[in-house]
């Protein structure tokens, strides 16, 4: 029995400039949509953000204090944030805050994840859960518990070391101390954080680069060196950059334990802001100390990304 077949009618191809206008309404589509997505989020971030951002912008070029009319000052709050002794000094304790938390929080979160991601460790996840749940408190009840703490009549870790013959005594009275402490304290609250994104960093480095490495001979130092640094550096730039940014917007443990002294020895730029914009409403000052602040953060956070993808270049 044959089978016939029906031929299909004949259609001209489609014009080229016909097929490039469906194509540019598809994309106009397209953009449509995801613009139609994106719009609520958008006006959220322009209306919280970046509105306020500009609102201050144009603030720190007046002498605007929240009561009558705000006159134009030009640079002088730029000026005068960058002479003043007190303003010099919040900086330069800004930056010696940096310096003794952000490498001692990475080197302490390092270790753990170290520590934690091997397999003959008992009870890995408690010690994880542990080690993180710090972070999930605010800094304020942290800072409120280290107060009674530190305490020097009434707190525990006081005692203790009076019973091995070791005097603390009031370091938040010591300008010496009073830094490092609070430094301590924030350690103490964010490692488990930057544990955890290591953790996740390691899970990345393949296991066979440490199996050629111990059948070359390497011990566990070179293997760190040669194998797990070099596997981590994306996750290092991250961290790197969040501590940073992190140190440079201290605020809450400062305001509860030190309240910037004694005599201004912990007194940061953010505190600062809060100082000159909220105690002596100075809203013009505090804003120009503001985006002092996000230039030094924003410079930063650029080194370290330049810095990071040199070093990735170099191992590719």
Known sequence: MSRTTT?????????????????RNQERQRVLKAGAFLAPALLV??????????????????????????????????????TDATELRALLNTVLYALLYAPPVIAVGLGAALLLNRTDIPFRSFFRTAIFMPFVISMAV????????????????????????????????????????????????????????????????????????????????????????????????????????????????????TQGGPDHATETIVYRIYIEGFRDFKLGFASALSYILLVITLILGLIQLRIGAKQERDLG
């Open 142 to 257: 942290a800072s409120l518990a280290w107060n009674f703490l530190l305490d020097p009549n009434l707190g525990l870790l006081p005692h203790w070391l009076a019973g091995v013959g070791i005097r603390l005594g009031d370091v938040f009275a010591d300008p010496s101390l009073a830094l490092p402490a609070v430094a301590a304290v924030a350690v103490w609250k964010n490692f488990g954080y930057f544990m955890v994104i290591f953790l996740a960093g390691l899970q990345g480095v393949p296991a066979q680069l440490y199996e050629a490495a111990r059948i070359d001979g390497a011990g566990a130092w070179r293997r760190f060196v040669a194998v797990t640094l070099p596997g981590l550096q994306g996750t290092m730039t991250f961290i790197v950059i969040f501590a940073m940014i992190g140190a440079f917007q201290a605020f809450d443990q400062i305001y509860i334990m």
């Open 7 to 23: 031929a299909r009618p004949y259609r001209p191809p489609r014009p080229l400039g016909g097929r490039r206008r469906a194509h």
């Open 45 to 82: 971030i322009g209306g919280f953000v970046f509105v306020p951002a500009a609102i201050a912008l144009w603030t720190s070029f007046t002498d605007a204090s929240g009561f009558g009319e705000a006159e134009w000052v030009g640079l002088g709050n730029y000026v005068d944030a960058l």
